[in-house]
């Protein structure tokens, strides 16, 4: 079976390329490679397609230009036959134990073997941990089709690096790590990402390692954000400002630039997870990496505690405030609500008999409600608040003036408003002068 032809096959517009999984990485991919090829878009959920299919973004990446693309959305698996480079970016959670599952993963290879013909080069996107692709999905496309892997088809794996609200840090301006199962599908692969990453692709030498770098990396980010968190908490209890702390750190010409905060979101927080479970298989336990994500993991119930502590030293029944929430996705300027730490204040909070009520408008109501039992308020709809806590920083909040926030609460004493500053999105001279109790991370 010759490989060799099918970039060139793609370009000409004899081949297509199909992409399975719809979400934040998929649908940019499927979007920037229809600018130059012809492309299947790919996904078991119908009311995406349909939406995508009427040009509306829901996860706000692409935004109107959806209504001039020309990739072809379909929830039809037998569209896939049509393709003879398949990438597959489909979500990797953790259970909730924290062991990977790999459910999308194995759904996604068993509709691709099932609609696989000979020829194909399959590349998979989704954050696994080194040997998933070949040792799970190989095996499982081979029983669906009948077809002989390296024989009949060809695999690689891409580690995607889209970074989700992120509109600089682009699809085409991120360098691209490639791999391929042997010489021969590595550089058709290469090739055919070329066509779309401006910014150059990097290749390595087997697919296990470009398993490897994605969950390094996401780890690496995962552990320099616990030890600012860590020294976050240090300072706080040493009456400092941690903002001003790393703003002076940060003239340094060797320094990270990492702030603290909440870790949430499909990478950064699951990421380690896979790495770490894989290890132990091994017989390795991780000595920081847990730990880091330990840390990170506690963010929320710190934050919240820290606004209780805050309630009562202000003279507030916290069992009586009202307490407002701005923001709930896992990032600024973004939808995406998987796996928000944000989540972890309210429960925190509920643990205390607290009912938060929470506002976002870049957040999908329907999902905040069905993945964490929260109903969004509108922000003109909020009542008048005994404690604000801005847990995001959103461009909206982020803008707000002192005087602003100051109108979020109830008519009583400055002194006795609490602000919460999650992000340090707020000077701390204008903070100084407003009068209200505030704290931030």
């Known amino acids: 079976m010759d490989f060799n032809n099918i970039y060139q096959n793609l370009i000409a517009g004899q081949d297509k390329l199909a992409v399975v999984g719809l979400g934040y990485v998929g649908m940019p991919i499927a979007v920037e490679f229809a600018k130059h090829i012809k492309v299947i878009g790919f996904d078991i959920n ?6 995508y299919s009427n040009g509306i973004d829901s996860t706000n990446e692409i935004g109107d230009a959806i209504k001039d693309s020309t990739v072809e959305f379909t929830s039809d698996p037998s569209k896939l036959s049509e393709a003879k480079f398949i990438i597959v970016a489909v979500p990797t959670p ?3 134990d ?3 599952d790999l459910k999308p993963v194995e759904g996604a290879s068993r509709t691709v073997g099932q609609n696989i013909t000979p020829g194909t080069i399959v590349v998979f996107e989704s954050t696994v941990y080194p040997g ?3 040792d799970i999905c190989i095996p ?4 669906e089709s009948g077809l002989k892997c390296g024989v009949d088809w060809k695999i690689g794996y891409s580690p995607e690096r889209i970074n989700p609200g992120d509109h600089v840090h682009r699809l085409p301006n991120i360098v691209k790590v490639v791999s391929g199962m042997d010489e021969e599908s590595m550089r058709e692969i290469k090739k055919v990402y070329d066509i779309v990453i401006k910014a150059g692709t990097f290749s390595v030498s087997n697919i296990k390692t470009a398993e490897a770098v994605k969950v390094v990396e996401n780890s690496q980010r995962d552990i320099n954000i616990a030890f600012m968190n860590e020294i976050a908490m240090i300072c706080d209890k040493m009456h400092i400002d941690t903002d001003e702390v790393l703003a002076g750190m940060n003239t340094k010409w060797n ?5 603290p905060g909440l870790v949430g979101g499909h990478c950064i927080g699951i990421d380690p997870y896979y790495l770490t479970n894989a290890a132990e298989k091994l017989g390795y336990h991780s000595q920081i990496i847990l730990n880091g994500r330990k840390v990170n993991d506690s963010m929320g119930a710190y934050v919240a505690d820290a ?5 009562i030293e202000a003279g507030q029944a916290p069992k009586k405030a009202t307490v407002i929430i701005l923001g709930i996705t896992f990032k600024e300027n973004c939808p995406d609500t998987r796996n928000s730490k944000v989540v972890d204040i309210i429960n925190r909070l509920r643990e205390y008999d607290i009912l938060p009520i929470v506002s976002d408008k870049w957040a999908d109501a329907s999902v905040a409600k069905q993945e964490y039992g929260v109903d969004l308020v509108a922000f003109d709809q909020l009542p008048k608040a005994d404690c604000v806590i801005v847990a995001v920083g959103h461009n909206e909040y982020r803008s707000m003036s002192t005087h602003q926030l100051k109108r979020l609460f109830k008519d009583v004493p400055d002194d006795e408003k609490v602000l919460v500053d999650v992000k340090s999105l707020y000077r701390m001279d204008e903070l100084k002068a ?7 991370l």
Not at 46 to 51: A, D, G, I, S, Y
Not at 140 to 143: H, N
């Open 98 to 100: 924290t062991t990977p």
């Open 434 to 440: 407003s009068g209200v109790r505030f704290w931030r």
């Open 255 to 259: 320094a990270l630039g990492f702030k």
């Open 94 to 96: 953790v259970n909730s």
């Open 132 to 134: 998933v692709t070949e």
């Open 140 to 143: 499982i496309i081979e029983e």
């Open 307 to 311: 606004a209780i502590k805050e309630m």
């Open 46 to 51: 119908k009311q995406r397609v349909e939406e």
